[in-house]
């Protein structure tokens, strides 16, 4: 199916040009990651920036896509629907921000260090998946 | 502030909601790495995992330009081994418990001003501070 070729190619264009801009901002620098999250020392503003940028683009991306019935590529949009807040939400809000504090890498900029082959990235994406498979196992009462 | 870079990471950031704004408009798909690295390689969704493994692809494609022509962009971790194997598995945790990181919730759900994005973004950047100031204050681990 040529869609789903299309789609494909996008994705890795997309991908590759997400992982760009993680690099060009510093954000592939655990150090200056910590940097902002350390705000009783020497801190360092420009995650903010980071974000600020990247959401003051998409906003009006995202904008854009509501006034339209269907992206592009595909028969629908694929936009999480607006569920409640709930206990599950910010436990693994407060999980994940545990543990962005203590090793400086969340997600994105560990998979783009990957390209690096270095030892800590390494072990911390490893145990990223593990813990992504844990938390996927299908739990009694689910 | 030393290491204050706002330039590069203004410019870094638009880059990262272009590509956010590529994969929606064309493929109406959220640009959460949490959310794809695990779908890609977890779960077996019927045509829903060479998207996500071209993305994954394409993520760490683009880090071997940065380490051929300007290694200092890409540091590791200055925490101790044993600290990035429980960060890796809090993270991992984490983020399939509140459906996303700083991409799917930081970006792509603040974009759309929802509840539950700002509410995980705001939890997860508070907690990270926290547990940054009470490294450095408990154990003297300045990053």
Known sequence: ?142 | MSDFTPLSGLLGGALIGLSASLLLLGSGRIAGVSGIAAGALFSPGEGQRAWRLAFLVGLVAAGVPFVLLAPAAIEASPRPLGWLAVAGLLVGVGTRLGSGCTSGHGVCGVSRLSPRSLMATALFVGTAMLTVAALRFGLGAAP
């Not at chain 1, 070729?5 to 264009?13: F, Q, W």
């Not at chain 1, 901002?25 to 420009?46: E, I």
């Open chain 1, 1 to 142: 199916m040529s869609g789903g070729r299309d789609r494909t190619l996008l994705a890795l264009g997309a991908g590759a040009l997400f992982g760009v801009g993680l690099g060009v901002s510093g954000m592939t620098r655990p150090a200056k990651v910590l940097g902002f999250l350390d705000v009783a020392g020497d801190w360092d503003p420009t995650l903010l920036c980071v974000m600020a940028a990247a959401v003051g683009v998409h906003f009006w991306a995202y904008r854009w896509a509501r006034g339209r019935s269907a992206p592009r590529l595909d028969e629908r949009f694929f936009v999480p629907a607006g569920s409640p807040i709930d206990a599950r939400l910010c436990a693994g809000a407060v999980l994940f921000g545990v543990g962005w504090g203590v090793g400086g890498y969340c997600p994105g900029p560990a998979i783009v260090s990957l390209a690096a082959l270095r030892g800590p990235v390494l072990v911390f994406v490893g145990c990223m998946l593990l813990g992504m498979l844990l938390a996927l196992l299908p739990r009694p009462g689910d």
